[in-house]
C-alpha cells in the first residue's frame, strides 16, 4: 500500500486483501503496519486513505453486528478498538439510537459477551469446543455508558439459572451479559 501510486489504488490493495483474507485477518495484519503507527502528519495519502476506509469497514462491520439478529459472534467485539474516536462516536450515536427505538440493552450487551475454544478439558480433548466466555464490562461501557443502560436493566426469572457454558447460543449470550450487568447494577457504586 505504501507503494501504492495513488490513495485509489491503495484502497483497491486493501479491497483485495479484505477479499482474499477477510475483514479480521486484513485488520490485525495491517494493525502491525505502518497503516497504524504513522503519526496523521506524517501519513502519505495513500496511507491516509488506507486508514480511513479501514476505519470505515470496521464501523460498519460493528454495526452489521449489532443490527442482524444472531449475527456472528465476536464483531463488535474485536473492531470497536480499530475505529478511531470519531467512527467510535458514530458507533456510540447508532447503538443510543437503537435502544431509543425500542431495542433492548441486553441484545446489545450480548455482542460483549466473548466465545473461546477450549482445546482440553478435565475430562480429556475437547469435543464441541466452543465455549461461553466472560462479558466484556470494560468495552460494553465504552459504547453503552452505565447511565444508558443501567435504568433499562430489568431481572428476569431465567436469570437465576445457572449459565451453560457450552451453549453459545445468543439467546445463552444474552443471559449472561443481563446476568452480570445486573449483577454490576446491585453493587454499590
Request: with cysteine.
Amino acid at each position: 500500500m505504501e507503494l501504492a501510486a495513488t490513495a485509489e489504488s491503495a484502497r483497491a490493495v486493501l479491497k483485495t486483501l479484505v477479499n482474499e483474507w477477510g475483514l479480521q485477518v486484513t485488520i490485525r495484519t495491517l494493525s502491525t503496519s505502518v497503516v497504524f503507527h504513522t503519526p496523521p502528519q506524517k501519513m502519505s495519502e495513500q496511507i491516509r486513505a488506507v486508514g480511513e476506509d479501514m476505519h470505515r469497514r470496521c464501523l460498519d462491520a460493528c454495526i452489521a453486528d449489532l443490527t442482524t439478529v444472531d449475527s456472528e459472534t465476536g464483531s463488535v467485539l474485536f473492531y470497536w478498538s480499530y475505529l478511531g474516536e470519531d467512527r467510535l462516536n458514530k458507533l456510540r450515536s447508532k447503538v443510543k439510537e437503537m435502544i431509543d427505538g425500542g431495542q433492548e440493552v441486553d441484545r446489545i450487551a450480548a455482542r460483549f459477551v466473548s466465545i473461546y475454544t477450549a482445546v482440553y478439558t478435565e475430562s480429556g480433548p475437547a469435543e464441541d469446543s466452543r465455549q461461553l466466555g466472560e462479558f466484556n464490562l470494560g468495552e460494553f461501557e465504552m459504547i453503552v455508558p452505565r447511565q444508558l443502560w443501567e435504568p433499562l436493566i430489568v431481572e428476569r426469572p431465567e436469570d437465576h439459572e445457572e449459565i451453560e457454558e457450552s451453549d453459545v447460543s445468543f439467546g445463552n449470550r444474552i443471559r449472561q451479559a443481563r446476568q452480570t450487568l445486573i449483577k454490576v447494577k446491585s453493587e454499590p457504586s
